[in-house]
């Protein structure tokens, strides 16, 4: 079945450092990938999404090219601030709205 | 326009009482579903609908009823709640045009302890 893969967390950066937080995919046919973001106490909101291999998705800085040779969706920001500290999700999507494959999740901190 | 909403925030069980849990959307969102939030394991699929009076079940549906009797309304019931349970539930609406699906919409969650 369809799979997401994130690396580990938590991920602590001090802030304006880059921010790469990788994402893997094992999918049928050719899924649209999303990354989602929940900030403390609240619910997911969609960062950025990519619909066909080689689209890159981007949204507040942050940025994701959907990589279909090495199914591949990471998520990069040049420079993070205090504010994006959350946990980020990878999804994807194939053949409806019900097929939608979350991954674990990496939380971020970034310190002043 | 409040998009998802669920009620309550949080709300503490005991094994084998029932409860439901409440999410409206008015954005006339023809798909809603339910997840629940467990650490290490992402989201997952509990039940979900495709519209009005259409509801099918997700990854994780037992221990769960649904209806959809309106565009609106989702409700989520537990039937006789067990630990297993405790958890984060998110209800998330979408759309479609023209066969293309959209992202998920959330609501802000509710924290269930079942003790």
């Known amino acids: 079945g369809d799979s997401v893969t994130q690396m580990e967390g938590p991920v602590t950066l001090s802030e304006e450092a880059f921010l790469t937080i990788n994402c893997t995919y094992t999918?049928?046919?050719?899924?649209?990938l999303f990354w989602y973001v929940q900030y403390p106490g609240e619910g997911l909101q969609l960062l950025l999404k990519?619909?066909?291999?080689?689209d890159k998705g981007s949204n507040k800085g942050f940025e994701a090219t959907y990589r279909k040779e090495t199914t591949s969706f990471h998520l990069e920001k040049g420079s993070v601030q205090v504010s994006d500290s959350a946990v980020y999700f990878c999804?994807?999507?194939?053949?409806?709205?019900?097929?939608?494959?979350f991954g674990t999740g990496t939380k971020l901190q970034v310190i002043p | 326009n409040a998009g998802v909403t669920q009620t309550p925030k949080f709300q503490v069980l005991k094994t084998g009482q029932s409860m439901t849990l409440q999410c409206a959307q008015d954005?006339?969102?023809?798909?809603m579903s339910w997840y629940r939030q467990d650490p290490g394991m992402g989201l997952r699929l509990i039940h979900y609908?495709?519209?009005?009076?259409?509801?099918d079940q997700g990854e994780v549906p037992n221990g769960y009823n649904v209806s959809r009797s309106t565009t609106e309304d989702f409700p989520l019931r537990l039937l006789s709640a067990a630990p297993s349970q405790t958890s984060v539930y998110f209800c998330?609406?979408?759309?479609?045009?023209?066969?293309?699906?959209?992202?998920?919409?959330f609501g802000p969650g509710t924290r269930l302890t079942v003790t």
């Open positions: 998330a609406s979408s759309y479609s045009l023209a066969g293309a699906f959209y992202e998920q919409y």
């Open positions: 999918a049928t046919g050719y899924p649209s």
């Open positions: 990519a619909t066909k291999a080689d």
């Open positions: 999804a994807l999507s194939t053949g409806g709205y019900q097929k939608v494959t």
């Open positions: 954005m006339n969102h023809e798909y």
């Open positions: 609908s495709v519209g009005a009076g259409i509801t």
